[in-house]
């Protein structure tokens, strides 16, 4: 079985910033790709960035040149530093991996629970 584990949310003020930190544990064979995923109240759930396992990124427009996605493959962890935040950037923060369980099965697509990111004007 496969765990995602997201850290790092909280409140802070317009332009400040926040890490927030993903590790995935289990079953885990190969990941392909990880990444963040944002869904703020009444609106669908959105890509914020994702990191292949060659380290080429993705990121929203929204978030580009504020936001920086990296990741530990020793850890099997996936990061997400946010500077400049804006009030917009409120909701909650979701990781995702596209991963492997064993040789014997297909990738499969993974979530976290989501953390809650909240910036005050």
Do not use: H
């Not at 590790?23 to 990941?31: R, T, Y």
């Not at 080429?56 to 493959?73: E, H, P």
């Not at 917009?88 to 014997?104: F, G, I, K, M, R």
Request: proline share 3%; hydrophobic share 35%; aromatic share 10%.
């Amino acid at each position: 079985q496969v765990q995602l584990v997201e850290s790092g949310g909280g409140l802070v003020q317009a332009g400040g910033s926040l890490r927030l930190s993903c590790a995935a544990s289990g079953s885990i064979f190969s990941i392909n790709r990880m990444g963040w995923y944002r869904q703020a109240p009444g609106k669908q759930r959105e890509l914020v960035a994702t990191i292949a396992s060659g380290d080429s990124t993705n990121y929203a427009d929204a978030v580009k040149g504020r936001f920086t996605i990296s990741r530990d493959n020793a850890k099997n962890t996936v990061y997400l530093q946010m500077n400049s935040l804006k009030p917009e950037d409120t909701a909650v923060y979701y990781c995702n991996a596209l991963l492997q369980p064993s040789s014997l099965r297909p990738t499969y697509n993974y979530w976290g629970q989501g953390t809650q990111v909240t910036v005050s004007s």
